[in-house]
């Protein structure tokens, strides 16, 4: 069974440009979660989709972060436009079940902005 | 706001040696984790621990969780290259039975050396 996926695993951006992170869960899981490590920092929960809906978005920095699930399958994350503090990993992790089965990681997005 | 305090950050040992990684986390939670990470994988489940004095082991590594003094510890024993890697510890609070938003430790670096 494939793991959760994420693509690309590597970007560089410039400032002020746009750049789109995707994740595919693990098929079946209808939670999807997103969280960011900014160099140095924790590893931070930015929000949960339960299939296409969001559940939870606390933790999206600002406006300039778009997260869609089209259809509950994948989800991607769009920053526009990208920032020099926007730079880190971004994880992705799904669940099957809310509450009673733990998430399952990706290798994470390295999201550099110069 | 919950919080989640890992030490050491960094912590380079001999092959052969024991030695403790320490969480402390500041408001009650409903489950403690304990992840694995190597260079741009993806993070790795090594532990779950629900309830006060849950003890868990895996190989070289021990998990224990004490919910009064809101501590677990991660104990490596005789520690080889191969455990090289960031562990990092993590709560989450289970909100109206559906949550899995987890807060995190910085993690902390082993480097296990020959």
């Known amino acids: 069974e494939a793991g959760v996926t994420q693509f690309p695993s590597h970007s560089v951006i410039e400032k002020g440009q746009t750049v789109t992170l995707r994740c595919d869960p693990i098929?079946?899981?209808?939670?999807l979660y997103w969280y960011r490590r900014v160099m140095g920092k924790e590893i931070k929960f930015l929000l949960h989709?339960?299939?296409?809906?969001?559940?939870?978005e606390s933790g999206m920095p600002n406006n300039r972060f778009l997260a869609e699930r089209t259809g509950g399958t994948y989800s991607t994350l769009k920053v526009q436009p990208a920032e020099l503090e926007d730079s880190g990993v971004y994880f992705c992790?799904?669940?099957?079940?809310?509450?009673?089965?733990?998430?399952?990681f990706g290798q994470g997005t390295r999201l550099t902005v110069v | 706001e919950l919080k989640v305090e890992q030490n050491p950050l960094f912590l380079s040992m001999q092959e052969g040696k024991n030695y403790t990684i320490y969480c402390n986390y500041s408001?009650?939670?409903?489950?403690l984790y304990w992840y694995r990470q190597d260079p741009g994988k993806s993070l790795e489940s090594l532990f779950v621990?629900?309830?006060?004095?849950a003890v868990k082991q895996e190989g070289r590594l021990m998990a224990s969780l004490d919910t009064k003094a809101r501590l677990s510890t991660l104990h490596i024993t005789a520690a080889v290259h191969d455990l090289s890697a960031t562990y990092f510890c993590?709560?989450?609070?289970?909100?109206?039975?559906?949550?899995?938003?987890?807060?995190f430790g910085k993690g902390t670096l082993l480097t296990v050396n020959p």
């Open positions: 992790a799904s669940s099957q079940w809310v509450g009673g089965t733990e998430a399952f």
């Open positions: 098929s079946g899981h209808d939670n």
């Open positions: 989709f339960v299939k296409e809906s969001k559940q939870d």
């Open positions: 408001t009650t939670s409903d489950r």
């Open positions: 621990l629900l309830s006060n004095g």
């Open positions: 993590a709560v989450d609070i289970i909100s109206g039975g559906s949550n899995y938003k987890l807060t």
